[in-house]
C-alpha cells in the first residue's frame, strides 16, 4: 500500500467515524402537545433522565400547546421517521376525531404507536372560594346556581373537558364551560377563582392541594389513590358510573421503522424501571404499566371507539 493509498483509507475511516459519532451525537425532541404544569410534562420531564440514558442520547422536552394538543401533534407528524422525533400522548388523540368537525391528520394512520405506558388519577377540584367540599355540596351549589357556574379545560375536546362534561352528565347538572390553551394556564385562572372548577391529573394539581389553594371534591377512579388515600372516589360518594383514567403513551411519526420501534419500547420499558423513577411516579399516583408494542395500535383503536359513545353520551359538540 502506498502512502497516498494509505492515506485515502485513513481519511475514509475518519470520516466514517466522524459521522458516526455525529448520529451518535444527535438530540431526541419529545414533541409534548401539553404545555408545561400538566400531568403528561411533569411525567416526561421526571423519565427524561433515565430514557436519555437507556438510548443513549441526550433529550429535550419541546412544549407545543395550542387548540388542546393538536399544534404539538401536527409538528411530530410532520417529523422525519427517523427516531429523532417522539411523543407522549394522552387520551386527547383518539378523542379528537369525535369532537372535531376537521381533523389535521389521520388518527391513527399517522403515527406509529409505540407503548402504552399507565395511567393518572383524574381529580375534581374547585377553588378554595367554592363553598363545597364533596360531591354532594357541588352538586346541590351547581343545581342551586342553574347553570351560573362555570368550569375549565386544557381546550375543547380534551379529556379533561370530556371529563367535566361526563361529571355534569353524571350528576344532571350543569355549568359553563371555558377552554384554555394548556392546563398551566387553566390552572392559573381556577386558582385566582376566575373559574369555579376543574378536573385535572392528580400530578399536576398535588401542590395547591397541599397548599390550600384548590380543594378536592373527589377522584374519577374505581378505588382511592394511593397518592392522596384521603380524596374519596366518585363512586363512594353516589355517582357509581363515573370512571375515567388518564392513561400515557409514546407514540412517533407514520412509518417509524420496526427496529427503531423496538429500541424505544426497550427504552422506555428501562426507564421506567429505574427506581428513582419509581418512586417519582408512585409518589405522583401514576401506575406504570408498559405495554408490548403489539398492543398499542388495537389499545388506541378501541379507546376511539370508546370516547366515541361518551362524546355522544355527554352531548358534547364538535368544534
Known sequence: MNQLTRRALIAAVALALAASATAQDKTIRIILPN????????????????????LGHSIIVDNQPGAGGIVGLQQLVRSPADGLALSVVSNNVVIFPSVLKKMPFDMPADFTPISVVGYTPIVLVVNAKVPANNAKELIALLKAKNGEMNYASGGNGTILHLASAMFLDEAGVAARHIPYKGVGPMLTDLIGGQVDFATAALPSVQAHLKAGTLKAIGIATAQ????????????????????????????GPKGLPPAEVQRVHAAVVTAFADPEVKATMDKMGNVINVQPVDKAMPFFRSEMAKYAALVKKAGVEAQ
Open 35 to 54: 404545555a408545561t404544569g400538566s400531568g403528561v410534562d411533569a411525567i416526561t420531564r421526571s423519565v427524561q433522565p433515565a430514557l436519555a440514558k437507556a
Open 224 to 251: 382511592r389513590a394511593g397518592a392522596a388515600p384521603e380524596i374519596p372516589t366518585f363512586v363512594e360518594q353516589g355517582l357509581p358510573n363515573y370512571v375515567m383514567e388518564a392513561w400515557f403513551a409514546f407514540v
